[in-house]
């Protein structure tokens, strides 16, 4: 028997390989099914089954396309968001994977057809060794239960407790939790940093096990979690198991700063470096968004076949964005900058800077006008005094109606200041003309016992 | 200005990247042409344009799937057999990458359309900076002559001395010599091992500069190489510039013992082991094709959908070997035997061993039963007292005609027991009882002093 | 926190790098300690703590050399075997790695020194997050308990049972089990191939569990495991913490086929390849010791300072191979054969080959001359009959006692033919006119059904 | 016969390994000889002869280092400075690599000692196939002239001319040219950014060969390239054949905020980000030096004893900056801020930007205070008009002599923001209040037509 654990960066999303005589079951596979292949033949396997625990919102699933490449069949739940499945099980039926048996449990709330799958040694055994949870039970947390319904989000709760009390916690403290996401993931909130979990564990440290079911639903149901446009396109292409990767290594072209000036004028050019270096210098109109931040934010500001263009740090950066915007389904990617921003500014091309503060200089500036582009449930935990709220997500629809004044100093601020770019350059295109990022943002400022309300 | 040589092992293919300003021109692809972006990429460049010398016979072009990943325009001659390129070049006709120029020239006689094409640094230059050479000069030698039609050879090898003579010998004795092909393949003998040459270089030690032009229409004119049957495939793929691949790392499947003996059954089986593990032990029937001979001897015993299975040394084999073959046009790659040979006999099947002979040993036998399976050039130019011939590639269709006696034992040999391996096979398949290889071949022979005619 | 297990492969050796908060425990560092900063620089942490479970006997410790090359203090036991250490801890001491709790537990039977180390999440946490348990508790195991003293193997199998039960049963169910060793150990034997354990579910599967203190004691006690020669090396290096590495990639220098004849004439050469090759062609005297058994049967066929030379498959196996030979001391690789033997057999130079016979053809043999080189216990298990029988580790000394007749075909098996490669390397240089390996061994022979005594 | 050009990033270095029938010729090893090894064990070879062209001033050799590990002699000129080597040529000695013949040419200018060496194909050749040349021919250039003696620059530069045309111009148009340096180095200036050249080429476009002695003398004679300090100490360790390597990857320590402000606190701190990540925030005093340029600026401003502290990007620059700062013999790096310049500020930790301006904007200034940091043949070259000069390697001891009024705004420029960035941090330290880096430097401005004198 051998396991691993995929990872997919920028969303946090773990894909399991399970296998055990020459047979392979791969768990939620996203994407770039590349990965999955390479891993099965490390372990001198191959890929006979495709598992699912559910549709997935947040990324591009891989399950159609892993499935023609290895001729594996899908097992997944007979609900109709499966319709693309070979074999829809039942909660309680079972199949093997060499000599392990795998047994579907039906445990709904994060989203209605939501399936775990317990694996057990032999067919004899009483415990279960492990068990795939996909959204229903994270280390430290579970799925978020907004997604099937915002105003039903309590009673999702409830049923997440309740599949996690009447499916999973009889299997035995042993079993390891092998779940869908890690910490980082818009699926859930405030996931444990163990990087290992078992049920054991999770009785002891998750609200899920340590609240009343009441207490547990109203705390997860009233969380409010963005919930990103591209959203909707993931439920469209995942009902049909996803879609296969579009751009390969190498495909995004590099482009001279000619070309690219030309090809971008007027387009959506995404700057993936960290804000220090955008508040440095940067083109203008240019969205920041941060690498890792692509496969969440690029799909808040572009949509599906929207043309994008990159300035990355430098050449070798330009692949990892492309993947990660694939990895949300936005593919039309048409080229980036050769050499990166330094390439552009080198030739004599225009560009402007922005700036940036430090929670200090902030602390001692009279009145200053603040935004917190935080998620609701983060700017009530504690925000500076007298700042403005406007959930990034939504910056661009909504920053004219903010009272901001565009000619006085902006200073923006998020968790620790990627948010905050992002931010920082829409106010920019809407022609603020002083923006500054808080770097540090408020995880600095709270570590200085700076004032909050 | 950069310059990559970027090799495609086991037909000893050589493609060329040269970059210069935010272009690059990618000469004679191949099929696998995620190496090319990956080059461009790490040199902060795009391919723009796509060069082709000639119609390549002895592997599958990637232009036009490289044209479709890049939108790259691909240049060659006015030859009908250049019918799929976007830019036909006559003699003399120039183009520019970056600031550089690049002359096309038409150098006739390895092909009717053979193109060259000289790199100048600027347009004022008086001698080229290094020229592409496709197959019509290689280090230390030219193309072979006989592919147009066999009995032409001696003309079309004079074709070539004229090409060298009156459009490349000019260009300066400082010129790279950048040629598609390097020592190995079969598109040529006896090419130097140099790493680099210059027209200089050719000009002290290349027959077709030696010799005179009677003498070197001669000499090569009357070579006598094999023409493996899967040419005529090749020229049909690549009248339309080639094929994309079709499998990708990890798509051929790794079947446990009893998957592979039921899939496999009746079918051809590659065995890529070196010949002493095959001697040692090997699945009954199967073809013993050492892994750097696969695309070549793979396209003597497959037609192009021809189902193949791969036996290897261990599952890290299975992707190079089935990229050997995918260069020939061999897609049908259907498994792989998980752990090698090794699983095979761990799992009790039955299998079977052949013999190895050491050159001494032989050289103590009476009247032994020796077959080479060199090529006829090779087999004339020295071989063992009263040793049969058969070229390899010939020998499935013509075992039967040979004078030797199933039932004694009959030694292989060709020049280090690569080939022999393959005759070895063949053999044993045909019933021959006790089939030995003479491992160290005619080069351990010559080495010994032993006794040749 | 961040756990990572590094193997060091051929030794079946586990270490554990364990992170949190910019601190990291490397727990039992072996001699290549690379990998362990390069698995803390990519966790973008440092190690701070080294943690010994006890003193080492198959391979060397890298504790020593890790110390100076990071700064970090060595944590062990307050026993003498422990004397290099930084902190002696005592039983139920404990120190923290960031935010974790680490307890010591001195949990002897496999070694007297033998400590196990608790995680715990926080200082309030009940039970264990996870145990580092040396050789004391493996997956399906516990460590062999003959080491101290072989004539008191089982009173130590009761302090192996003792520790367990007093020490580790408490720690909760829900608590990963991080041993030193998995499957395929010299240390152990029987390991469970399940690749992440909990208590829990050792619990379940585990002897030191499901037996009673006296069932276990004789059945562990009573396992006769063979004991390496350089045992005794390791342990003097070890009283010490270990040995840098003396050779790295590279250092091997590549001979060709005369400089090679000319070193190793008279010379230990171990031939690395898989015995199917060996058998098909090798350099006469050279033993078979197949890549993967260089860390243990390398080690009984060398003292710690024997020259030895190298014939590979290949160059690229000449690294691995030296890698294998350092980690259980033997640095004096003088040379290998470049090309491998591929390049000897090319040269001319004399050779010879040996049997390999199946299965099927031995049980067809009458009255073969069998011998059996595996472990009593294997041997007592079931063999063919009229085997002899003699270790693989003491068949170089006693093959001069066995009833075999040199000038009849012998026989050698084991498991599935690698040992038995050993052996038939030493019956052959021990003047044996025909030695064959039983290929598929012992396990293709009983899936066969063949008579077994 | 195999050549391998292997590049040492960031002081632009060419070592060369030219390998033939089982030896091989590394020429001029710096001190990272892991790479040479790597090279000659991917060809089947290993390194026996190492060879010297000149005692290096930039960067620490690798020659004794190497023959400890290889047991290679290293082979030089009979002269002082090549006291350590083990086979002393005089000009037209010859020696055997494999089939290969290389003559020893002394070829001094660029220093007394320095060797050229031509290698021939074989014993009768009549010209060279190619010829390794050090620094005494480089691409379209020669090495600087002025190190032997600063006031006898133009006579070094007749010297180099006569080397050229006695010793190399000969060799035939044909010869490969194979210098220690490419485009980048500090040992010469204006290099072609061709990547393969013949002396045919260089008799093309090279001064040495179009100018006369007289006018080459004078012009390369009167460069005033900066000398380092630094490379008193090379001069010095070069002596012996240079140092091994001290700290191997993984070594310097990743360290916690707290941790890193303690220990590096009053020290020297290197930034390695790009200046625009600088600028937008960056610990008090400390240091930018981007990464590439390390090896130059590193030693400017410390000794080689100096204690080092590292803030990057992220921790996979850490290894490459302490690699670039132990080429030039910087190897007391103490640490590196784990999670590079974000860790910092996210830690609530104080910290300060700068400014970067764009020529367009620097344009509009009325009276701007600008400082140019070039070497004064660049400033020479144009620079804008009342720009102020001091090179970069001089600013911090000159810094207080310039006349800049510390509490306007100072835009200091290079050519294209790098040596910038160096000014700004040393003119901050300095007590400078506004100081702005103008991106795109001298190469925008120039691009933009804007007005220099």
Not at 167 to 179: C, E, N, R, T, V
Not at 240 to 250: I, N, S
Request: one cysteine or more; a negative charge; proline letters at 5%.
């Amino acid at each position: 028997m051998e396991l691993k654990r995929i990872v997919t960066p920028g969303i946090a999303h773990y894909a399991w390989l399970l296998a055990d005589g020459g047979e392979a079951m791969l768990v939620d596979p996203a994407r770039h099914v590349q990965a999955y292949l390479d891993a099965a033949r490390s372990l001198g396997t191959r890929i006979t089954h495709i598992v699912e625990t559910h549709r997935q919102e947040d990324f591009v699933m891989g399950s159609a396309w892993l499935a023609k490449r290895t001729g594996a069949k899908i097992y997944n739940g007979n609900f109709d968001t499966f319709g693309h499945g070979d074999v829809r099980l039942e909660d309680g039926d079972t199949f093997r994977v060499g000599k392990l048996l795998i047994r579907a449990l039906h445990t709904p709330g994060h989203t209605p057809e939501s399936m775990s799958y317990a694996v057990y040694e032999d067919a004899d055994a009483k415990t279960a060794w492990a068990v795939f949870t996909g959204d229903t039970l994270f280390f430290g947390d579970t799925g978020r239960s907004d997604l099937p319904a915002e105003d039903q989000s309590v009673e999702n709760a409830g049923r997440i407790y309740d599949s996690v009390h009447s499916k999973l916690a009889s299997l035995g403290d042993a079993a390891l939790i092998l779940p869908a996401h890690g910490p980082g993931s818009v699926c859930g909130s405030g996931m444990a940093e163990r990087p290992w979990s078992t049920l054991g564990d999770e009785k002891t440290y998750n609200n899920v096990f340590t609240l009343s079911r009441e207490a547990f639903s109203q705390k997860k149901g009233n969380e409010r979690i963005p919930r990103p446009p591209y959203f909707r396109t993931m439920e469209k292409v995942n009902l049909a198991g996803g879609l296969p990767p579009k751009l390969r290594p190498g495909d995004v072209a590099l482009h001279t700063v000619d070309d690219f000036a030309n090809a971008s004028s007027g387009q959506r050019i995404y700057d993936t470096r960290l804000p220090e270096g955008f508040a440095g210098g940067h083109i203008a109109d240019s969205y920041s968004v941060w690498e890792g931040g692509l496969p969440v934010f690029g799909g808040w500001l572009a949509e599906a076949d929207s043309p994008i263009y990159l300035v990355t740090d430098g050449d070798a950066d330009v692949d990892p964005a492309a993947r990660h915007l694939s990895n949300i389904g936005l593919d039309n990617v048409r080229g980036a900058l050769a050499g990166g921003f330094e390439a552009w500014r080198n030739a004599g091309r225009e560009w402007e800077s922005s700036g940036s503060i430090s929670p200090q200089a902030l602390n001692n500036m009279d009145n200053p006008q603040v935004l917190d582009v935080r998620e609701s449930d983060e700017f009530d935990s504690g925000h500076i005094p007298n700042a403005q709220h406007c959930y990034v997500g939504y910056l661009e629809d909504k920053v004219n109606e903010l009272s901001l004044d565009k000619n006085q100093p902006v200073i923006v601020t998020c968790g620790v200041g990627h948010r905050a770019g992002v931010g920082v350059s829409i106010l920019l295109r809407a022609g603020f003309k002083d923006v500054r990022n808080l770097l540090g943002g408020m995880k600095a400022w709270k570590t200085l016992d700076f004032p909050t309300e």
